[in-house]
């Protein structure tokens, strides 16, 4: 599964974010988001737009191809 | 002479903590990567000097900005390091201060934002993460100065030099360490731990492996590090990366999760915050994006109508009326030559009163930007932004730099460096400069108050739009032509909102507008007595009528070119020319031209040069045309290539020509002439 599939509100946990592109994993990393960490996703913007995601009380914002990287499970 | 070098991640306070040390002012900002270069200021109360380094997470550089932190270190030799860590987000931020105390240096840390710790339920026991690392750690709230004097003390006290809290890597990482040292042991010029330097290296951070191929063979470097990925990767420490920085972010990670363990206790939990319902208000689906619109709308509103035009307008009666006149006796009082008392009068009062009157709508307009900066709404625009930035070839984070450029384009050049991917922040650059900065807003003041006045805002709105639309389609044009396309990436962090101070606001807007007043007084000074002597002489001699002057023939020169865009004056050229020294000239050099002694009498005089649809065409022109001296500066710097400055000065006047002329022509055939 991964992070588009889940409903908005829901908590999942990160499985794996190798395929993520690399200056964008780095930055997950550097938030301290990485294989492990608890992630929900708060807000879609429309038209494919970017996601908010909270992790740790930290939000922060990707775009949907990312999202699309990041494994997770319930 | 002590220095004290500031860090921590970014958006943590580090700036508020610096002006709190050093009682001098800098630049505050709530989105992340505001300071871009280091600053330095000096320590109040105490000797000493205080650098501000940009914000990082971790001491391995990813943009141009985060490099500047690591060169730092590498290069300078600190006394002190003060490392502030943001206590609502502990676990992250004390990566930084492992690989911190890992350089050796006596540190302090303090811990910012409790009372955001605690309105999110935690409570962190400082005395226990003291005890932890080793270290003071001095509790504060940098917004509101509480604790600032401890830190201080701490400070004159030379802190604290780490020492017992090394983390053990596991045998393969140490036995490169010590090979690592050992090839480093006849350099005895180095300043800090080989250990560091090792770690640094082993973690692949690219500026400290630069600074080690000056000094260790290349070979022996590469060899000890392919060696050491090989036994982890047999031992399945490493998985399938080429990199040890997973592997041994992992060590570190788990010595944080002790140490928060013994610290750190969650009170209660706190599902709906402040910031929660703004966002869902803000970054609404559907109304995300109009919301922002109405908000712009609103801040021209403020800016020409509401604040700044009433108080321009009193400013202008004073300049024109009692000053001049007091001046005017107090000249003839002490018998000054009547050369002289032309030049004040027509030169450096016309020239320099012409732009101050502007200084209220500057100031309102700063403090807007100012607002959004400092609320956390910034980071926001970015999301919203996004999508329709990406559709274009850039990203949501580039729209910061813009709308700092409506300030001033200099520091919205410079904010591009946030922006990781190099391509996206190139673009970013070279299109800053169509964003209207306040220095032009005179230009659309003068002329929408004598052609629109009815409708100045949405006029002087409409150029402004005109400038963002225009670079968004010249984005699109220049990543498909010019640039090989690279991927597009978006990551934004979204610091939580705050209300901005009252005094941030004002010292921030201050910050931002002195520099406009500081250029009235002295480049547009120099440049209006300059000017008014073209006016004033010509091949004739002195005194000659404004049409026989040097500026006239020098105006008249270009004035023709300028005939199918509707002002093909030659005080339309002139004022055009000088005004690549910076854009508020273009008013001054008119002020002087036209030898009016206030707005009212120069609006007057313009409606006999100027259609209302030249008029347009002339404001959309003086958007668009070369960026101002100070900015094609700021951009050679930036970018690094002379090829891109010019690429971005030609641009501009071709885009203006072209535009200026469609508008012109175009109006015409619509019959607005």
Known sequence: ?74 | MNTVALTGNPNTGKTTLFNLLTGSYEYVGNWPGVTVEKKVGRLRGMQGLLVDLPGIYSLTPLSKDEGVATGYLLEENPDLLLNIVDASQLERNLYLTLQLIEYGKPMVVSLNMVDVAKSRGYEIDAKKLADKLQLPVLPIVARTGNGCEKVREAIKHGGVTPSDLQINYGDIIEQAIDKLSFALSFQTDLTMPKRWLALQFLEGNEVVTTFLEKRIDIGLLDQIYQQTVEQCRKTGLVKNHSSLQPYMRQIRSKVISEIIASCLTQKHRVEKTWTDRIDNIVTHRLWGLPIFLLFMFLAFKLTFEWVGVPLSDLLDGFLGGPFTDWLRVGMESISLSSFLQAAILDGAVAGVGGVLVFVPQIFVLFLIISFIEDSGYMARVAMVMDKIMEMIGLNGKSFIPMIIGFGCNVPGVMAARSIEQPKERLLTIILTPLMSCSARLPIYSLFVGTFFAQNQAIIVLSIYVLGIVLSLILAKLFSIFLLRHESSVFFIELPPYRMPQGRTLIRSTWEKGKGFIRKAGTFIFGGSIVIWFLSYAGPGGLDVSMNDSFLAMIGGVIAPLFTPLGFGSWEAGAALLTGFLAKEVVVSTMNIIYAAPDALSLQSLLESQFTALGAYSFMVFVLLYVPCLATVAVIRKETGSAKWTWFSVVYGLAIAYLVSFLIYEGGKLLGFA
């Open chain 1, 1 to 74: 599964m991964v992070l588009t599939d889940v409903k908005k509100g829901q908590k999942v946990q990160i499985v794996d974010i190798t395929n993520v592109n690399a200056l964008i994993r780095r930055r997950l990393i550097d938030l301290d988001v990485v294989e492990g960490t608890m992630v929900k996703i708060k807000r879609v913007l429309p038209f494919g737009g970017p996601f908010t995601l909270e992790a740790g009380g930290q939000l922060f914002g990707i775009r949907r191809r990312e999202a699309k990287m990041i494994e997770v499970s319930y």
